[in-house]
C-alpha cells in the first residue's frame, strides 16, 4: 500500500500512525548527518582547488620544476599507502607534499632558474625555503596541519638537515615519507644544471640509513622493484 510523502504514515505493532513531521529520510538523523559529510566533501574539495593555486604559484617561479610538487605528492601517498597508512593520514600528507615548496615564492626567480651549481651564500637563501612555507601556511586554519610537515621535509634523520638539524624521531613521520619522495622525485628529474641521475642512483642515495628513514624507502623500493610501480610523471594543469 503506498501513502503520499506529506502527510508521512508509519506502521508500529499493526497500527498505522500519521507522523506530523516528514519521512526519516528528509528530517531524521540520516539525513543530517549526508548533509554533514556532502558539506564537508565541498570544504575539501575547496581546501583541495586552493592548494592547486598555491602549487601554481611556485611554478611559475620555477618553470624548471614544473610538476614537481604534484609528482612528489603521488609520490608520497603512494608510499604511504604501501606502509599501511590509513587514508586520512595520507590525505595530510598529500596535501601537504603539494605545496611543499611553496616558501619558494620569496625567493627570487633568477636564483631557482640558475644553470649552474649554486654557491654556499645562495644555497643558504634557498634553504630559507623550509621555515618560510611554514610561516606561510600555518595560521591559516585548514593548512595548519600542514605547516609543520613543510617546515621538516629538509630534515634528515642523523640531524644534517634544516632548518632546525632535527634527528630520528623529532622528525615528523609525514615529515620523513616526504623527504624520500621528494628526494626520489629530484633525482629522477633533470635540472638545468644537471641531467637526471636516475632510478638505481635515487634509490641508492635512499639506502643509505643514517640519513633517511628506512620504513619509507623500503615501501618505495618495494613499489619499484616488485610492484611494477609506475613512477609519477605528471604536472598541473593549464
Known amino acids: ?14 497500527t498505522l500512525y500519521q507522523v506530523i513531521t516528514g519521512p526519516p529520510e528528509e528530517n531524521g538523523p540520516l539525513c543530517r548527518h549526508r548533509e554533514l559529510r556532502e558539506k564537508a566533501g565541498l570544504l575539501e574539495q575547496a581546501m ?6 598555491m602549487a601554481r604559484m611556485v611554478e611559475q617561479k620555477d618553470p624548471y620544476t614544473a610538476g614537481h610538487q604534484l609528482r612528489v605528492s603521488c609520490l608520497a601517498t603512494d608510499i604511504a599507502l604501501e606502509m599501511g ?14 605545496i611543499h615548496d611553496i616558501g619558494k615564492i620569496g625567493i627570487p626567480g633568477d636564483l631557482l ?6 654557491t654556499s651564500l645562495e644555497m643558504a637563501l634557498i634553504r630559507t625555503h623550509a621555515e618560510t612555507g611554514y610561516q606561510m601556511v600555518k595560521d591559516i586554519s585548514f593548512f595548519t596541519p600542514l605547516a609543520e610537515i613543510i617546515r621538516q621535509h629538509h630534515e634528515r634523520m642523523d640531524g644534517s ?5 632535527l634527528a630520528g624521531d623529532e622528525i615528523l613521520p609525514e615529515a620523513r615519507v616526504l623527504a ?7 633525482m629522477t628529474s633533470h635540472r638545468p644544471y644537471r641531467p637526471a641521475p636516475g632510478v638505481e642512483a635515487a634509490l641508492a642515495e635512499l639506502s643509505r640509513r643514517s640519513i633517511y628513514d628506512a620504513a619509507p624507502a623500503d615501501a618505495l623500493a618495494i613499489l619499484i622493484w616488485e610492484k611494477d610501480y609506475r613512477i609519477p610523471t605528471g604536472r598541473m594543469g593549464g
Do not use: I, N
Request: with cysteine; aromatic share 12%.
Open 113 to 118: 632558474t640558475k644553470p649552474t651549481v649554486l
Open 85 to 98: 597508512w590509513p587514508p586520512e593520514r595520507c590525505d595530510l600528507l598529500r596535501r601537504a607534499a603539494l
Open 161 to 165: 638537515g634544516y632548518p632546525h638539524g
Open 48 to 53: 583541495d582547488d586552493t592548494l592547486l593555486v
Open 180 to 186: 624520500v619522495a621528494d628526494v626520489f622525485e629530484a
Open 1 to 14: 500500500m503506498q501513502f503520499p510523502k506529506s502527510p508521512y504514515f508509519a506502521r508500529r505493532g499493526g
